[in-house]
């Protein structure tokens, strides 16, 4: 091309415009795409938090309401995130404007690291509208703020990238719903959202430990009260492991071309 | 140079469907190119390879030079693709559909504008630029597509079926909107249906059909191989009688008042006319009975069947 650009600059230019085309889809969509998140936690707090909570009392010393106040955030960024690319991702697909982005000199990475990066986008908005809803009913206290932020990252591109292969993989809206139902709720359900997984009967304590949002959920609340169920260093570990085993995955899953080259 | 180049390219769908069967293709900088074939010839899958929506199964692409599995990127860069289906998200607007193919392609976001602004207004789709896709008519959907594939200003412009469902109007203006781009210079591949378009704006035409080139040349010269042409002539008053003895290949009336003269290359339509005159027989109008590359398309294609169908 005749701009006397680098490729690298050319290539940022793309990314940047994945971005804004995701960005601008969660907001032309608000209805489906920041409301609903926003809905669900408020009933979650006036219910769990506020009508049952109350009868909870407090868990390992901090009040029920604040106790599940990190768990409901990351499961709202947990759910977008993963919601975002594999409808965004699998709409493309469906609707063939993901030739738009094939024919384009846009390497896979980009293409990729565009998906997720829109799921980070709409994790984070998501994310920031639940919080704004908790501090309407508790408050929040940040003992760890840059651990906040990391697992809240990471948990977002875990989750992204999930979707993303979801995605990849489905031929039908169905097959797009399926995961998300029968897999990732219950895994949400059972990471530790709720509850501490000290309540629990030692063998449902072990197998807790298979479920990964188990130790999203607390490493942010660790950031919040410096009280985790896991390690947290090994948390980490392990997320960053999920992410680099995902990413290569999806990578080659759209070098190849599976489900959207024929 | 070479605007684009293909050997030996083969496609075997995965559902076992060979659709390529060794495709040899050579188009010249600055070409106007038609590609033309029946339906299921591969011409969509050969666009396809060239711009990496389809997989190949054996082959190389070399666009402007550049091996395309040598620097894939490069090569993509210099091409514009107007798909034969519509390929766009229908719940955006035009004007972020193309300035955000205009980014994908590397183009800053202040030029990505300018430059969308320039092509929805050539394709007159300017008024429009606000609205969702969805709600475009079906021809402004295709010049909507066209605006995309122009918005890098390519040097290799692919059209697979442009002018399908544009009207007749609009299809006039189209052609001398892309006569004006090919003339500054863009190499112009275009598929179609219409051959009447192949033979007023090519100036090289593949015959591609069943998978394999069943011909390549220049325009002109794959005209004048055409053997004889067949001429419908109108006439004043109803013939009565025989038709009269005529310098042709062969005459016949389709109704009274119509006449149908087969010409070879050798004969000429004076003496035809000179003969019709001396019989008192008088032509009010005259035209082609079917357009020249449509007479040898038929014959070409239609041959391969009988041949392919007795083998
Ligand atoms: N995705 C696919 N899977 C399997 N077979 C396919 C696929 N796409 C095309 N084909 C087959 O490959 C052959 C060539 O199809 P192609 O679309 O390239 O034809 P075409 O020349 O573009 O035809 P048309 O003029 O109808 O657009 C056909 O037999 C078609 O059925
Ligand atoms: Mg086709």
């Known amino acids: 091309m005749n701009l006397g650009k680098s490729r690298a600059s050319r290539t940022f230019i793309g990314f940047l415009t994945i971005l804004r085309r995701e960005y601008g889809r969660i907001i032309r969509i608000w209805g489906q795409t920041l409301v609903p998140p926003a809905m669900t936690s408020t009933l979650y707090f006036i219910i769990f938090g506020g009508l049952i909570g109350q009868r909870v009392g407090a868990f390992d010393g901090i009040p029920y309401m604040e106790f599940i106040a990190p768990g409901l955030i990351m499961q709202a960024v947990i759910t977008t995130s993963y919601g975002n690319v594999v409808s965004s991702f699998f709409g493309a697909k469906f609707g063939k404007h993901i030739e738009e982005l094939l024919v384009s000199p846009l390497p896979p990475s980009v293409i990729l690291l565009g998906y997720v990066g829109g799921g980070l986008i709409r994790g984070f908005l998501v994310g920031g509208l639940v919080t704004i809803v908790t501090l309407l009913f508790t408050h929040l206290h940040v003992d760890h703020p840059f651990l906040v932020l990391a697992s809240v990252v990471l948990t977002s591109i875990t989750f992204a990238l999930g979707g993303f292969i979801n995605a990849v993989f489905a031929k039908t809206f169905d097959q797009i719903n399926w995961f998300p139902t029968f897999v990732l709720t219950p895994l949400t359900y059972f990471g530790g959202v709720f509850y501490s997984i000290s309540v629990l009967p030692d063998w449902a304590q072990h197998l807790s430990h298979a479920n990964p949002v188990l130790y999203m959920v607390n490493t942010f609340r660790y950031g919040f009260y410096s009280h985790s169920d896991v390690p947290v260093g090994t948390a980490f570990a392990l997320m960053l492991a999920t992410v680099a085993g995902l990413y290569v995955l999806a990578y080659v899953l759209l070098k190849r071309g599976t489900g959207i080259r024929d | ?311």
């Not at chain 2, 007749?168 to 598929?191: K, P, V």
């Open chain 2, 1 to 311: 140079m070479l605007a684009l180049s293909l050997r030996g390219l083969t496609k075997t769908y995965q559902n076992g469907t060979q659709a390529l069967k060794g495709i040899d293709l050579d188009v010249a900088e600055g070409d106007f190119f038609a590609l033309l074939g029946p339906n299921g010839a591969g011409k969509t899958t050969s666009i396809g390879i060239v711009t990496s929506l389809v997989n190949k199964t054996a082959g190389s692409v070399k666009v402007f030079g550049i091996d395309a599995d040598h620097d894939l990127e490069a090569a993509k860069s210099c091409i514009g693709l107007v798909p034969q289906e519509f390929n766009f998200n229908m719940f955006e607007s035009p004007e972020s559909i193309v300035a955000n193919q205009a980014g994908f392609y590397g183009i800053p976001r202040a030029l990505a504008r300018e430059r969308t602004e320039k092509y929805l207004r050539k394709l007159q789709l300017w008024d429009k630029r606000k609205v969702m896709a969805r709600s475009l008519s079906g021809g402004m959907k295709r010049r909507l597509m066209i605006a995309r594939a122009l918005v890098h200003e390519p040097r290799l412009l692919i059209l697979d079926e442009p002018t399908a469902g544009v009207d007749i109007e609009i299809r006039r203006s189209m052609w001398e909107f892309l006569r004006e781009i090919n003339e500054a210079g863009t190499t112009i591949i275009l598929t179609t249906h219409y051959l009447e378009e192949a033979e007023s704006l090519c100036r090289h035409i593949a015959i591609i059909d069943k998978g394999r080139i069943a011909m390549h040349d220049r325009m002109q010269d794959v005209l004048r191989r055409l053997h004889s042409e067949t001429f419908v002539l109108n006439l004043r008053t109803p013939l009565s009688g025989a038709v009269p003895v005529l310098p042709v290949a062969s005459a016949e009336l389709a109704d009274p008042s119509t006449l149908e003269v087969e010409l070879t290359q050798h004969q000429d339509l004076n003496a035809v006319f000179a003969a019709l005159t001396a019989a008192d027989i008088h032509v009010v109008s005259m035209r082609n009975k079917v357009n020249r590359l449509e007479e040898l398309f038929m014959r070409l294609v239609g041959q391969e069947e009988t041949t392919g169908s007795a083998a």
